[in-house]
């Protein structure tokens, strides 16, 4: 997504697509100790939507 996205929603989906983005990078680092997953930059895009989602909700905040 892009920043663009993440700024037309309002926080509390915000914070769902947080919680759902952490928890995808959670299962990528699993997949990755037991050598499932084969696509490293996915887990670089994920914690740069992540740095995204927060930074838009540290705005919306202030």
């Known amino acids: 997504m892009k ?3 993440f700024k037309t929603k309002n926080e ?3 914070q769902k697509l947080l919680t759902e983005k952490r928890e995808a ?3 990528f680092r699993f997949g990755i100790s037991g050598s499932r997953t ?3 930059k996915a887990g670089h895009d994920l914690r740069k939507e992540i740095a995204r989602i927060l930074t838009v909700l540290n705005t919306i905040k202030k």
């Open 3 to 5: 920043k663009i996205d």
């Open 12 to 14: 509390g989906e915000l």
């Open 25 to 27: 990078v959670r299962a």
């Open 38 to 40: 084969k696509n490293v």
